[in-house]
């Protein structure tokens, strides 16, 4: 017993009511999500998380009397896995979506002074329900406009099962379909830096095709954005933490395994300080760098390709002003370093004043800058974007730095990503850099969540329940 690891009786005795005992390392959205739905098909579970807290790199800490998430979080109506986990966990009235896609936009390089658009959706088909949000567009010409229609019209012909788009660039792609610069910083990188983690230039036309098919060109009200009204603790860590006990999981918080062996007999031996744990099934849902680590000799194929797999940073600009200086939810930015601020006021518990969130993702230029240097760029920046905050006073300025936030999605990444499956029976990988078709979201997390709980329970013979099956046919 290390590191302050809550013990309730023997961990290594693998007999119980299930018969069956299976271990998920890693207590982040794809580690909750397998042993939720190992211990709903009738699996013993334990689940083992390093830190102190539940819910990976989607979770919140206290500052003072502030309750701060760690980065700005968000999903959409298509998000379908992701939605069933917030059901799943009495959390989806917590975290609601848009009753329609709504997205003002603020552009603060017009020489004659900011100027808002938005990206709406109306109540008609695809590809009619953007039309109008996209006609009266402010911040492209005409001419760009009619080409973004067209460039949108050959992505949705874009066939995602073809293996060529992973190896080609999104931006070339753009390119050669008629995109301006304008175009691309104005709209295709306005909602792919957000989802992807990366310009254009960098990604993989796959991950990019897919998210725009995906989120604007399947279903009218894919879009639709959604965000937690609560701090993000309370949805990944208390929340999901009820429902793993009701569920009958054992939860270990500080709890960080250290190898990962077969026993020779068809088990597997799960390593913590002090301690061995038994297990019929092992499933890995940590960070590829960290799976790599804790691989035993012959699990995978190359495993070298794990450390291939590129990371991205996230940087999260936090300021808390004396006075409300901004009357909407959220909005996204042009012209300026800034690229999507959103309130969170009222999930911190702020009661005076007005607290905003700057979510900056393709943040490897000002990952490491200081504190003040950051403060004396985007102070002056919001005070350009928000008027109201030119007046007001700042009482507290303070960033958050996620190094490694998300796998890159470069060209070639989805050769490199792993299925949940390993060559090793009963060991299973699960997280956001596996082979989900996804970029690294929250949806690709618990897809590699239900992915790798449906091979574990194949190989123990156990009957799928049937709310696995739903998320998949929903998830398809």
Known sequence: MTDGMRREGPLTDASGPAGRHAVVVGGGLAGLTAALELADAG???????????????????????????????????????????????????????????????????????????????????????????????????????????RAALALKGLDLAD?????????????????????????????????????????????????????????PGAADIGWAHVPLGELHDRLARRALDSAG????????????????????????????????????????????????????????????????????????????????????????????????????????????????SVAQDQIDVPVAVLRERYLPELRRLLPRARDAEVRDFFVTRERTATFAPAPGVGRLRPGARTKAPGLYLAGAWTATGWPATMESAVRSGVKAADAALSTLGRPRPSRLLAIEEAAA
Request: aromatic letters at 6%; a neutral charge.
């Open 249 to 360: 999981v054992r939860t270990e918080v500080r709890a960080r395994v250290t190898s990962v062996s077969p026993d020779g007999n068809g088990s597997w031996n799960v390593q913590v300080p002090g301690e061995t744990l038994l297990a019929d099934a092992v499933v890995l849902a940590v960070p590829q760098r960290e799976a790599h680590d804790l691989l035993p000799p012959g699990a995978l194929d190359a495993p070298d390709r794990l450390l291939r797999i590129g990371t991205a940073p996230i940087l999260n600009v936090h300021v808390v002003y004396d006075r409300t200086v901004l009357s909407r939810p959220f909005f996204a930015a042009l012209g300026t370093p800034v690229q999507w601020v959103f309130d969170r006021t009222e999930a911190s518990g702020l009661e005076h004043g007005q607290y905003l969130a700057v979510s900056q």
């Open 163 to 219: 293996p060529a788009l992973d190896a080609q660039d999104f931006g070339s792609w753009l390119t050669a379909h008629g995109q301006s610069a304008r175009a691309v910083e104005a709209l295709w990188d306005l909602v792919g830096i957000a989802t992807l983690n990366a310009v254009a230039s960098d990604a993989s036309l796959a991950l990019a095709a897919m998210v725009f098919k995906t989120g604007l060109l399947s279903d």
């Open 43 to 149: 699996v013993r579970v334990t689940l083992l998380e390093g830190r102190p807290r539940l819910g990976g790199l989607a979770c919140s800490f206290r500052r003072g009397d502030l309750t701060v998430d760690n980065g700005q979080h968000v999903y959409l109506r298509c998000c379908t896995a992701y939605r069933w986990f917030l059901d799943r966990i009495g959390g989806a009235a917590l975290a609601p979506l848009q009753d329609r896609l709504e997205v003002p936009v603020l552009d603060a390089a017009r020489p004659e002074g900011r100027r808002l658009g938005r990206l709406r959706r109306d109540a008609l088909p695809v590809p009619l329900h953007l039309g109008r949000s996209l006609a009266t567009y402010p911040h492209l010409t005409l001419a760009e406009r009619v080409r973004v229609g």
